[in-house]
Nanobody, 115 residues
Framework: QVQLVESGGGLVQAGGSLRLSCAAS????????MRWYRQAPGKQRELVAG???????NYADSVKGRFTISSDNAKYTVYLQMNSLKPEDTAVYYC?????????WGQGTQVTVSS
């Protein structure tokens, strides 16, 4: 069993930055991969960024060059650094982990970008 707790969301003006954190209840070294998803009102949940156990990363085209995913195994935490935020980035952001072929989700953290 794995618990994921997101934090760091909030209200920011367009062009600003936020850093989201996803704290896991156990070492993330054993995870196959961890991801950030987001879901805006009335839209489907979409993949934002992912990082594998070996450190490979991938990003949605809409956030490339603006968002950076990283991990700190010592802190059991994955981060999402979000720069140059746009109003269309407004959504609930969810942390996801693949561990032993089971999928785990956090409760989500709201990010609101004002124009």
């Amino acid at each position: 069993q794995v618990q994921l707790v997101e934090s760091g969301g909030g209200l920011v003006q367009a062009g600003g930055s936020l850093r989201l954190s996803c704290a896991a209840s156990r070492s993330i070294f054993g995870f196959n991969d961890m991801r950030w998803y987001r879901q805006a009102p009335g839209k489907q949940r979409e993949l934002v960024a992912g990082i594998t156990r070996l450190g490979s990363t991938n990003y949605a085209d809409s956030v490339k060059g603006r968002f950076t995913i990283s991990s700190d195994n010592a802190k059991y935490t994955v981060y999402l650094q979000m720069n140059s935020l746009k109003p269309e980035d407004t959504a609930v952001y969810y942390c996801y982990a693949d561990y032993n072929s089971f999928n785990y989700w956090g409760q989500g953290t709201q990010v609101t970008v004002s124009s």
